[in-house]
């Protein structure tokens, strides 16, 4: 079992900035961010499998970026220009099939990071 120690959540106005982290203990292909909120369907923000393969949500496009050094087993989220509607919870995926957006396809997940957007 692949452990995921996900860090960098926090609060922050809109328009500001937050980076996130995320380590794998293991070699994985595939890692990926989702979020989630009360009462809502946990969704894909955003994937890569450090190489040719990135996704992002169409919700984030433009503001958001992926990356992974595969050195480290480690993806990290850059997320720009947040706002109020950003905010969830935010979980880290692996798996080491190849990468998708849909959550049955992880069977690795961290234990979610808080990002809170305030108008």
């Known amino acids: 079992q692949v452990q995921l120690v996900e860090s960098g959540g926090g609060s922050v106005q809109a328009g500001g900035s937050l980076r996130l982290s995320c380590a794998a203990s293991g070699d994985i292909r595939c890692m990926a961010w989702f979020r989630q909120t009360p009462g809502k369907e946990r969704e894909g923000v955003a994937f890569t499998d450090g190489d040719a393969t990135t996704w992002y949500a169409d919700s984030v496009k433009g503001r958001f970026t992926i990356s992974k050094d595969n050195a480290k087993n480690t993806v990290y989220l850059q997320m720009n220009n947040l706002r109020p509607e950003d905010t969830a919870m935010y979980y880290c995926?692996?798996?080491?099939?190849?990468?998708?957006?849909?959550?049955?396809?992880?069977?690795?997940w961290g234990q979610g990071t808080q990002v809170t957007v305030s108008a």
């Open positions: 995926a692996a798996r080491g099939g190849p990468c998708s957006n849909l959550k049955y396809f992880f069977s690795n």
